[in-house]
């Protein structure tokens, strides 16, 4: 199973951050991650536009706890 991981910042301020990890009904294949990351941050952007797309992730490795 692939996890998204997007991290979102003020752009005022780039020092402050959100983390986001949706969770998908589907399981996301990598390609698949990186489709809807896009689509994600485009609808979170559209609805926070205080904040930029700091970077984000897909990976198959396991969640570490606190990551």
Not at 24 to 40: K, N
Not at 45 to 64: M, Q
């Amino acid at each position: 199973m692939v996890h998204m991981i997007l991290v979102f910042c003020l752009s005022q301020s780039p020092n402050l951050c959100i983390r986001q990890r949706p969770f998908f009904a589907r399981p996301l294949g990598m390609m698949g991650c990186m489709v809807e990351a896009q689509r994600t941050a485009s609808s979170f952007l559209r609805d926070h536009p205080g904040y930029r797309l700091s970077r984000f992730r897909c990976s198959d490795a396991p969640l570490r706890q606190g990551a």
